[in-house]
């Protein structure tokens, strides 16, 4: 069966970890690798043949319209859905999807990840299950440096960034059935809501990605992102 071609993506944080950039232009628009932030995401999202997006805005929700605006010159079709930035992600999916879609399933992730995740990969793997949601992990990666020490308190060796191989942590992008709605809260977090509930439902899917995977929340991960898709361009 052919993957949905409706997203659902939340772009409407304050975007706190990347201030002063984000003292007047949202996070959605901070440039990475030559290109707004969300750029990339709306691009992948065309590049996976899901081209009919709806895009949640809050704060400086203007800016982020009147670049996108209708998503022509994207090769997608866009609509907004306002919502508050207090409301979090729970109140900014339940509203998207209340007001927009109407598919049995969908994709839905925050604005904020730049990846080689095949979502068709992503959705044949959540409908093998009867779940009403999936989510994409990776394996961590360390931001910093680990030092073996030995008993006797001496160096050992060192290891940069190691990937921590024995856990996962969620990537931000989703499927849902529509059913999840009546699960989405007025307000709070669906990392924080939703998913625990679905997941002692054993509702709750995990796919594992073994490819690229580049998240901005932070000054510095903005600084690594961005060297590393230079570096990518330019071999």
């Known amino acids: 069966m052919r993957p949905p071609r409706t997203a659902v993506i939340l772009s409407g944080g304050e975007g706190l970890r990347l201030r002063p950039i984000t003292h007047d232009i949202p996070k959605g628009l901070v440039r990475v690798g030559g ?12 590049e996976n043949r899901v081209t009919e997006l709806v895009i949640g805005v809050a704060h400086l929700k203007e800016k982020i319209m009147r ?27 339940r509203l998207a999807i209340s007001r927009y879609v109407d598919s049995p399933s969908f994709f839905a992730l925050n604005g904020d990840q730049i990846t080689n995740l095949r979502l068709d990969v992503l959705y044949n793997h ?12 990776v394996h961590p990666r360390l931001p910093f440096g680990l030092v073996d020490v030995d008993q006797k308190g001496f160096c050992k060796g060192f290891v940069e960034k190691p990937v921590l191989n024995d856990v996962f942590c969620s990537m931000g992008i989703y499927v849902f059935d529509r059913k999840v709605l009546k699960y989405l809260p007025k307000r709070g977090d669906v990392e924080r809501t939703t998913f625990p509930k679905l997941a002692r439902m054993n509702k709750l899917k995990a796919v594992k990605h073994d490819g690229s995977f580049v998240t901005v929340n932070s000054l ?12 990518g361009k330019s071999t």
């Open 35 to 46: 290109r707004p932030l969300l750029e990339w995401v709306v691009v992948w999202l065309q």
């Open 67 to 93: 670049y996108f605006g209708g998503g022509e010159k994207f090769g997608v079709d866009i609509r907004y859905s306002v919502h508050t930035v207090e409301g979090g992600t729970g109140e900014g999916f």
């Open 126 to 137: 959540h409908r093998e299950d009867a779940s009403l949601a999936s989510i994409a992990v």
């Open 220 to 231: 510095r991960e903005l600084e690594e992102a961005d060297e590393a898709l230079k570096k």
